[in-house]
């Protein structure tokens, strides 16, 4: 894995068009969705890299990992689920930078990575912000550029579903992320577009959501799977996903297991040029 040769085993990976537009509950409503309709599956979480992080413990602790911990219905601990953790609230690489570096943090990554591979039936990988955000500071002494997120998903080789705004913009950002990763090799199996805004006065407050949705599929060329609906209230994350979420039922929708084992797989992908540790 991250050499050239793909990661083993059925896998997805959850990528956005920016930061904020709800990777996190995205993945975390896959999950569940997997554990509802597959039961006894074994989902295995990796967000690799996270800042923001709380101040619990020498690198602090990341919420989203625990949320997507506790969607999957897992004990595995913070170094598997969420190897890399900065408390800076900034793109890792940067975050890294202004911490002193990498480190060992593609060791980390790759340690999780081959634990997850062995206790799980399939492995759910969330992002971090937009497809180009950069992981690591890149390597100054061999002239190594920044890995990127779009670089981490093309070496890992599992199929992708893009997480995509409703709103106004959307369409540039989604077939500009859609047209990187097919680009780089990552295959996309189609959209979800999320908290789709309810009633009749939300059109008239951004008429795009009228057309949106027809014209993401038009504009990426990838299929929208499933549009969710904008919840009343943000939903807690510590909480369980209860089986009647509006969000819930329309991930369930799609089969999620089964697309992730039906998906084309590539014989090489891309290597980081990073060392395993």
Avoid at 182 to 204: D, K, N, W
Wanted: hydrophobic letters at 40%; charged letters at 20%; aromatic letters at 2%.
């Amino acid at each position: 894995m991250l050499d050239g040769t793909p990661a083993p085993g059925p896998g997805l990976q959850v990528l956005g068009t920016d930061t904020g537009v709800g990777k996190t509950r995205v993945a975390c409503l896959i999950a569940k969705a997997i554990r509802l309709t597959h039961p006894g599956a074994r989902v295995g979480p990796l967000k690799p890299a996270a800042s923001g992080c709380t101040h619990d413990g020498p690198t602090g602790r990341s919420e989203d990992a625990d949320a997507l911990r506790s969607a999957s219905g897992t004990d595995l601990p913070d170094d598997v689920v969420c190897p890399v953790r900065y408390r800076l609230p900034l793109a890792p690489g940067v975050a890294a930078q202004r911490q002193g570096g990498f480190g060992d943090g593609w060791a980390r990554i790759h340690r999780a990575l081959e634990a997850l591979t062995q206790r799980s039936d399939v492995v759910l990988v969330e992002g971090i912000g937009g497809v180009q955000v950069p992981m690591d500071a890149g390597d100054r002494a061999t002239r190594r550029p920044p890995i990127t997120v779009l670089d981490f998903a093309a070496a890992l080789g599992w199929p992708a579903v893009v997480v995509a705004r409703p709103s106004l913009g959307t369409l540039n950002h989604t077939a500009l992320t859609v047209d990187a990763l097919r680009l780089a090799g990552v295959g996309v199996i189609g959209l979800i577009v999320h908290a789709m805004p309810q009633g009749p006065s939300a059109v008239e407050d951004d008429p795009s959501l009228a057309d949106n949705v027809d014209w993401l599929s038009r504009m990426s060329g990838a299929p929208v799977l499933t549009v969710t609906p904008r919840l009343e209230s943000a939903p807690d994350p510590t909480q369980e996903i209860a089986p009647d979420d509006p969000q819930l039922q329309a991930v369930l929708a799609v089969d999620w297991l089964a697309r992730c084992r039906e998906s084309p797989r590539p014989e090489r992908v891309p290597a980081l040029g990073i060392g395993s540790g």
